[in-house]
T-cell receptor, first 117, second 114 residues
Framework: AQTVTQSQPEMSVQEAETVTLSCTYD???????LFWYKQPPSRQMILVIR??????QNATENRFSVNFQKAAKSFSLKISDSQLGDAAMYFC??????????????FGKGTLLTVNP | KAGVTQTPRYLIKTRGQQVTLSCSPI?????VSWYQQTPGQGLQFLFE???????NKGNFPGRFSGRQFSNSRSEMNVSTLELGDSALYLC?????????????FGEGSWLTVV
């Protein structure tokens, strides 16, 4: 079974600074997808960024970018120019690209990000 | 375009009762999945439906069940509620045709069992 590990329960960053959230995963599959979701106090899960395993190029979405290291099974999220609205719980998630379990997301435990003004 | 809608948003039930939660997916989405979120266990997959068929089920007891209707709306039911069932239940939808389709979440239903 696939597992996702987020080793940082909490992180803090100063407004306008850059922060990196870590995520590692364990899988024997070669076809899969990785996601970062943000969960603000409203508790709605919001997709931040996604990465297809077959793509070597790291995904970017405005101030958000990932460092995808497939061999190391590492998928970190970098938030540049942090804003107060970025404060939330961030979850790393894995989705298989094939097989019967490819319809579910496997989540890490989350990293609570605090942004200080 | 409306997002994933879950009802009710908040509810309180007594141990032993049953509860039904409803989810309306984004228009055009045929896959609906359910997740349970608790402080201790985090986010856990319950089940996923596509075109009224359950394609995948998580490791939950049989008290947890679900179904999907022809209009893609889904319901999940928990019977004989236990205190440990208190959680945020999140519904998510996607197009469902390809495994890479993005999954979008609703705001969740808060269930408190007393």
């Amino acid at each position: 079974a696939q597992t996702v590990t987020q080793s940082q329960p909490e992180m803090s960053v100063q407004e306008a600074e850059t922060v990196t959230l870590s995520c590692t995963y364990d899988t024997s599959e070669s076809d899969y997808y990785l996601f970062w979701y943000k969960q603000p106090p409203s508790r709605q899960m919001i997709l931040v960024i996604r990465q297809e395993a077959y793509k070597q190029q790291n995904a970017t979405e405005n101030r958000f970018s990932v460092n995808f290291q497939k061999a190391a099974k590492s998928f970190s999220l970098k938030i540049s120019d942090s804003q107060l609205g970025d404060a939330a719980m961030y979850f790393c998630a894995y989705r298989s690209g094939s097989g019967g379990s490819n319809y579910k997301l496997t989540f890490g435990k989350g990293t609570l990000l605090t942004v200080n003004p | 375009k409306a997002g994933v809608t879950q009802t009710p948003r908040y509810l309180i039930k007594t141990r032993g009762q049953q509860v039904t939660l409803s989810c309306s997916p984004i228009s055009g989405h045929r896959s609906v999945s359910w997740y349970q979120q608790t402080p201790g266990q985090g986010l856990q997959f319950l089940f996923e439906y596509f075109s009224e068929t359950q394609r995948n089920k998580g490791n939950f007891p049989g008290r947890f069940s679900g179904r999907q209707f022809s209009n893609s709306r889904s319901e999940m039911n928990v019977s004989t509620l236990e205190l440990g069932d208190s959680a945020l239940y999140l519904c998510a939808s996607s197009l469902g045709g390809k495994t890479g389709n993005t999954i979008y979440f609703g705001e969740g239903s808060w269930l408190t069992v007393v």
